[in-house]
């Protein structure tokens, strides 16, 4: 991991970056406001002698008083000859007394077995507060916080081991990046990823986009193909190839057109593609899933979903089909396996490098040509990301799709349908 990962890294996990290190830093600052504060007095003897002897009687006097909360220490300075006497206690008035009393006491105990040594005693007059800072030590919890937040944030992602550049990925699996997809996606970006699917399909009418990591990041990828593709008034067919989830059919609010006859009716010839079609948006016709009658992967698998490939190819100058995760149903390979070409869809940091490998496998063994890859970077929160078959994580996908097809309806207008 580069430096600027790490940065990548702890911008997209940036609520923790800032709530652990805040949370410490209220923590510690309420202890230190609800804790009694310390005070602490000093009084000092000055001897005319040696003070080593007068030194070892003062700790005996201060470890005599030392009770509780109140601490009483002293200490010989050989080099100017005296002996401080500190006492630190949570009443300042009690630390006063005790160190003047204990130096009162260390004088007439020095000048009963010292008569030739001379002493001097210099009372206190005062307790200074000596409570820890808050201001400092609330920075110091702070940096600790934010210390131990990098550290999970790291840990976390060393665990997960996700894509964390493209960079990563073309020079671990040699795979080229066809494009990049912020949200939402420049204009600019979505004719160059149009583009460059074309020039690598290398005259080829069609493609799969399979998810890796999210189902989200090939449904995003194919609405912005649609979308250039429409543009650029290429004939299109975009095709929900995922039987199983139907995440595309899903954005479209029809659930998943299982009502509807689409793929997997005309692949079983008990309808006509052009009945099926629905339009999607200028130059831009739709094929939702439909209802398979058997097994999706046998149904995938079949010379019959082949032959449909082709057909598909003579009425459209460019076909697109979604595929489900890879992780979930093997549909995408049998989907690979008959177009050809295929694109993958990845995410930064949210895509596992282990599963994007095995995916890249699963292809290979398939025949199927890896174009590249898309990274999409769809709008998630950093550090909310719910489980994968969780409600809130599904509906958070649903909304993002959903606001990629708004887009590109309010950028082309209707028209009927034939």
Not at 43 to 67: N, W, Y
Not at 173 to 183: A, N, S, V
Request: net charge neutral; hydrophobic share 45%; proline share 5%.
């Amino acid at each position: 991991m580069t430096l600027m990962d790490l940065l990548k890294l702890l911008k997209r996990n940036w609520k923790m970056v800032v709530a652990l290190p805040v949370a410490c830093m209220l923590v510690c600052a309420a202890v230190l406001t609800i804790m009694p504060k310390t005070y602490s007095a000093t009084a000092s003897v000055a001897v005319s002698g040696e003070p080593g002897g007068i030194g070892g009687i003062a700790e005996g006097l201060a470890k005599e008083k030392s009770s509780g909360k109140l601490e009483v220490t002293a200490k010989a300075n050989t080099t100017n000859k005296t002996v401080a006497i500190t006492a630190e206690d949570v009443n300042g008035q009690s630390c006063v007394n005790t160190v003047n009393e204990v130096a009162g006491n260390l004088k007439t105990q020095a000048a009963t077995l010292f008569p030739n040594v001379q002493v001097q005693v210099t009372n206190a007059s005062a307790a200074a507060d000596v409570s820890p800072s808050l201001v400092k030590y609330s920075a110091v919890a702070f940096l600790a916080g934010l210390f131990v937040a990098v550290c999970i944030v790291v840990l976390l992602d060393m665990r997960r081991a996700p894509v964390h550049s493209a960079e990563e990925v073309e020079e671990g699996l040699k795979i080229r990046q066809l494009g990049d997809l912020p949200f939402p996606t420049p204009e600019h970006a979505r004719e160059a990823l149009l583009a460059n699917v074309r020039f690598a399909g290398e005259g080829e009418r069609a493609l799969c986009v399979v998810p890796v990591g999210d189902t989200r990041n090939s449904v995003l990828t194919c609405l912005e193909l649609a979308q250039a593709a429409s543009q650029a008034k290429v004939k299109t067919l975009l095709i929900e190839g995922d039987l199983a989830e139907g995440a595309l059919d899903a954005m479209r609010g029809d659930q998943g057109g299982r009502r509807a006859a689409g793929l997997a009716d005309v692949v079983s010839k008990r309808a006509q593609l052009d009945k099926c079609v629905v339009p999607f948006a200028p130059s831009v016709d739709y094929l939702p899933a439909g209802s398979p009658l058997v097994n999706p992967v046998t149904m995938l698998g079949s010379s019959a979903f082949e032959k449909f490939v082709n057909e598909a190819k003579e009425h459209y100058s460019l076909v697109v089909v979604n595929t489900s995760e890879p992780t979930r149903h093997a549909d995408f390979a049998y989907i690979a396996h008959a177009v050809g070409n295929t694109v993958l869809a990845l995410a930064e940091f949210e895509t596992p490098t282990a599963e994007l490998a095995e995916v890249a496998n699963q292809l290979d063994i398939a025949s199927a040509k890896v174009m590249g890859f898309v990274m999409v970077e769809p709008p998630t929160s950093a550090g909310t990301r719910a489980g994968r078959g969780s409600r809130s994580a599904r509906a958070r996908k649903t909304s993002e799709s959903k606001t990629s097809m708004e887009r590109l309806k309010a950028a082309t207008p209707k028209r009927s349908r034939r």
